[in-house]
């Protein structure tokens, strides 16, 4: 039964009625027994105290539930009514509680993930897929858009975000992070020059990322100190991949999380530049909106890409 020993403490009383569904259990437990002692001594609670549950429920229904004696307790037609409707009622309450707390335990569920077209293409998705394949009993819906969505009211479990989050209503933890690499082409640099210093990039064409704040300026810091460098180029997006594929192209430099161009490095498609000048690497969070009671799916998820998203190329550890 879902309504478990207390005392006369716990009840949380209201000036002019005790709880209903309290009340209902001890006359469960009062009628089963035959008696109030045997009644109150199974809730955990005074002899007095289940009177006075009994009396409350008596007078709300308007009606005896039980016939008293000084030798026996006996239900009415009425109790005997009401027993099998509290049974009922008190079984439902049960088994909803034993739902719910196996949807918190185990995972299960659609689970809805909202995130950027670059990582979400890239990373995010292959992690769904990892992920649902040691949970069989998780479908999963994949939103892939650069519009941060609202969490809330678009029913967004859980959403990847790049960078700082403002909304301090919701629930980030981070899960990765990666540097940030200035590179272009071999045949972009052969015919343009390599910058030495993030001063020369003013003379370069900067294809620019709308998705990392400030646009339209990098910085770069060094032992003399931090310096933001405005810059300008012939290709802009608010997709990544949009000014990767022009940096390979010859078209330019571009800024990008290692994530997205570390394997075109690995395959000599683009070069570093600038290595000696450090940049704040790119956080990856998962947002979420609540922290208390929060399903096993979404729990799940968020520790999965604490291990998993570190592992891939480009990417650190977000702890």
């Known amino acids: 039964m879902f309504i478990s020993a207390v005392n006369s403490g716990d009840y949380g009383w209201c000036d002019n009625a005790m709880d209903k ?58 109790g005997v009514s ?45 992690a769904v897929a990892e992920f649902l394949k040691c949970h069989a009993e998780v479908k999963a819906d994949l939103i892939l858009q650069s519009n941060v969505p609202d969490v809330v009211d678009d029913g967004i479990d859980v959403a990847i975000h790049l960078g700082s989050l403002d909304d301090t209503s919701l629930v980030a933890r981070k899960v990765a992070s990666s540097p940030l690499v200035l590179c272009g082409s071999a045949n972009y640099f052969k015919e343009h020059g390599t ?12 294809l620019v990322n709308w998705a990392i704040e400030p ?6 810091n060094s032992a003399e100190g931090s310096q933001l460098i405005k810059i300008s180029g012939r290709v802009q997006s608010n997709v990544a ?38 940049r704040l690497p790119l956080d990856v969070h998962a947002v979420y909106p609540h922290r208390k009671y929060l399903s096993a799916k979404v729990r799940l998820f968020v520790e999965f890409l604490q291990v998993w998203l570190p592992r891939q190329v480009g990417m650190q550890g977000g702890r």
Request: aromatic residues 6%.
């Open 21 to 78: 569904l309290t009340s209902m259990g001890v006359f469960v437990r009062v009628a089963r027994a035959g008696s109030f002692a045997g009644g109150a001594k199974d809730f955990g609670i005074s002899r007095a105290m289940a009177t006075k549950h009994i009396m409350q429920l008596e007078h709300a229904l308007g009606t005896r539930l039980f016939n008293r004696t000084t030798r026996s307790l006996s239900l009415t037609e009425v």
């Open 82 to 126: 009401y027993l099998d409707r509290c049974q009922q009622v008190l079984m439902d309450i049960d088994e909803m509680e034993s739902e719910v707390t196996h949807l918190q335990t185990g995972a299960r569920g659609v689970l809805k993930i909202s995130a950027p077209p670059g990582i979400g293409a890239t990373h995010i998705s292959v």
């Open 195 to 206: 910058p030495v210093t993030p001063e020369d990039l003013h003379t370069h064409s900067c």
């Open 215 to 220: 646009r339209e300026q990098w910085q770069f």
């Open 241 to 278: 991949d949009v000014i990767r594929i022009a940096a390979i192209n010859d078209l330019g430099l571009v800024l990008l999380p290692e994530y997205i161009v570390g394997r075109d490095i690995q395959k000599g498609r683009l070069q570093v530049v600038l290595e000696n000048y450090t």
